[in-house]
């Protein structure tokens, strides 16, 4: 292959990209202590990271035809290595919310897309096939190694140096982005500001209204937010509901206008035509649910290993090395095996295999840990990842035609951050909202004096904070209870701990199996040809 140069560059920045999550997942507990934050503040900052990228994905995909995809990309990476740095030099969880979730999430709008379209405007046939190959790779090696690499700076070092690695690493894409050649003609166009503000609108109340869940419920108010004493929650129905309803209106109104756009020859911010192409619409809801389950299970394993059997950053790192190894290898397993299978076949094998792992993980899901069954499940878990991650790049980005690439890039980053912001908002509020009911039964089912029932009830009306099981009997015996007490209150919130956990592995099965229905359009023939933009695009 030539030109190994460009797709290093832009490898590095996929990297990187993909690197921030699981090193901050994998350090939770002791971001948690040293910012003296807590497990819900960290899963808002995870989920935010995401979000700010979905949310303005489109906008930056946008950029970079305006632009021009080079400019866009060194822009972004600048940002991106801005955001870092205040991540790293962060003094509270105010700070790390405004450097991550905020400025790294900008700076990703604009290099995400870029990397996609570039690795089209670098490499052609068989070559580009391989680029995006190389790609969806170093995705899953970041997704990988970033447990270790994490877990390893955080034991023995500080989590804030994996930060100061990534200033580091993008200031060299910078200056190497030079050699990466930009064929595509920058576009004079107006972009609309009402589209901007109705899509990310939109989905940030779905997700925030997710995220929100486990404290006001989802149908039925559980604890409803007050404005001057009087509480909020329209027709008895909670915000939830609500949030989520008024969140798909804006998506709706969002796509009437950009067809309305259309119809008066001014330029969206995306083309809705594109979601009739039968094999993108499928690839990318295929891709945006891989990044559910993959978000899902990357917040709640970590969550598992320390906080309820008390590992630290690089325990829970090797513990996660399985997922590690497979995932890789499996990747350009998957390369490999395109040039016999089908996607379609290769995508479904990593789906099934992706619910297979998901059931022997609920089924390692004990007080004293199954090593042997979980061990399995993550390397079966990384195997299905990697499978995925070696296909659905290039399906998507061969449904349409050479001019729709940057677009195309920009709703990849759309759903590849929408999935992850929904994966670890519905599977953390299904994992605090299952430990705040499981723990609450369990206390009032317990042989605890009335006393001391009605005083941990009290104290936990409003929902149960996520701390390391082993603390909890220190908690009851600071709060006054007996030291008999406190061990069988420590009891009953571990056994609560292992309870949540198991209904979120349901709730990872379940998003596993649905995606199964997603990969029906994608292509059933070995190879892919790229479709012209004329109209020769398959439409359902």
């Known amino acids: 292959m030539k030109k190994w140069n460009v797709v290093i560059v832009l490898g590095s920045a996929q990297f990187v990209m993909v690197l921030d999550g699981t090193v901050m997942n994998v350090s939770i507990s002791t971001v948690v202590s040293d910012l003296d934050t807590s497990v819900t503040a960290m899963q808002a900052a995870i989920t935010f990271y995401t979000l700010t990228m979905a949310a303005f994905m489109l906008l930056g995909a946008k950029l970079g035809d305006v632009w021009g995809r080079r400019r866009a990309f060194v822009i972004g990476s600048c940002v991106y290595a801005a955001g870092s740095l205040i991540t790293a030099l962060s003094p509270s969880v105010g700070f790390l919310f405004l450097g991550w979730s905020i400025i790294e999430g900008l700076g990703a709008v604009l290099v995400i897309p870029a990397i996609a379209a570039l690795v089209a405007d670098n490499y052609r046939g068989a070559e580009r096939v ?195 190894v497979s995932l890789i290898l499996f990747s350009i397993v998957g390369t490999a095996l395109s040039r016999r299978w089908s996607p379609r076949r290769i995508v479904r094998v990593g789906q099934s295999t992706l619910v297979l792992s998901a059931v022997l993980l609920l089924g390692a899901v004990t007080e004293d840990l199954r090593g042997g069954l979980f061990a399995a499940g993550m390397f079966l878990a990384g195997s299905a990842l990697g499978l995925l991650a070696s296909q659905l790049g290039n399906v998507n980005m061969s449904s349409v035609g050479e001019k729709d690439t940057s677009e195309v890039g920009g709703l990849q980053g759309v759903f590849q951050n929408l999935g992850s912001s929904l994966g670890t908002a519905l599977i953390g509020s299904l994992l605090i909202g299952a430990l705040s009911t499981s723990f609450a039964s369990g206390v009032a089912a317990s042989d605890l004096p009335s006393d001391v029932r009605e005083t941990v009830s009290a104290a936990t009306d409003r929902g149960v904070t996520v701390v390391p099981a082993a603390d909890v009997a220190g908690i009851g015996e600071a709060a006054g209870l007996s030291d008999d007490d406190s061990s069988e209150l420590a009891d009953i919130y571990r056994e609560s701990q292992l309870s949540s956990l198991r209904v979120s592995f349901v709730g990872l099965i379940l998003i596993s199996l649905l995606s199964i229905l997603f990969s029906r359009g994608i292509p059933a023939h070995v190879s892919i040809r790229r479709r012209e933009s004329t109209g020769a695009a398959e439409k359902s």
Not at 252 to 277: C, E, K, N, V
Not at 312 to 322: Q, S, Y
């Open 130 to 324: 391989t680029a995006f190959a190389v790609i969806g790779a170093v995705s899953g090696a970041a997704v990988a190694a970033g447990p270790l690499i994490g877990g390893a700076v955080t034991t023995y070092s500080s989590w804030r140096f994996v930060f100061v690695a990534e200033v580091v690493i993008m200031l060299g894409v910078v200056l190497c982005a030079r050699i990466i050649t930009d064929s595509t003609p920058r576009q004079s166009i107006r972009i609309d500001i009402g589209s901007v503000l109705l899509s990310s609108a939109g989905l940030v109340l779905i997700v925030f209204g997710m995220l929100q869940s486990k404290t006001w419920g989802w149908v039925v108010p559980l604890y409803t937010p007050e404005i001057a004493g009087v509480p909020i929650a329209p027709l008895g129905v909670s915000l939830t509901t609500w949030c989520i309803a008024l969140g798909a209106a804006l998506i709706a109104l969002f796509i009437s206008w950009q067809r309305r756009l259309m119809r008066d020859g001014r330029s969206p911010l995306m083309q809705p035509d594109l979601f009739s192409i039968t094999t993108l619409r499928s690839g990318l809801s295929v891709l945006g649910a891989q990044y559910a389950v993959t978000a899902g299970l990357f917040f709640m394993v970590p969550v598992y290993l320390q906080m309820t059997l008390g590992y630290d950053a690089l325990e829970t790192g090797l513990k996660i090395f399985p997922l590690s």
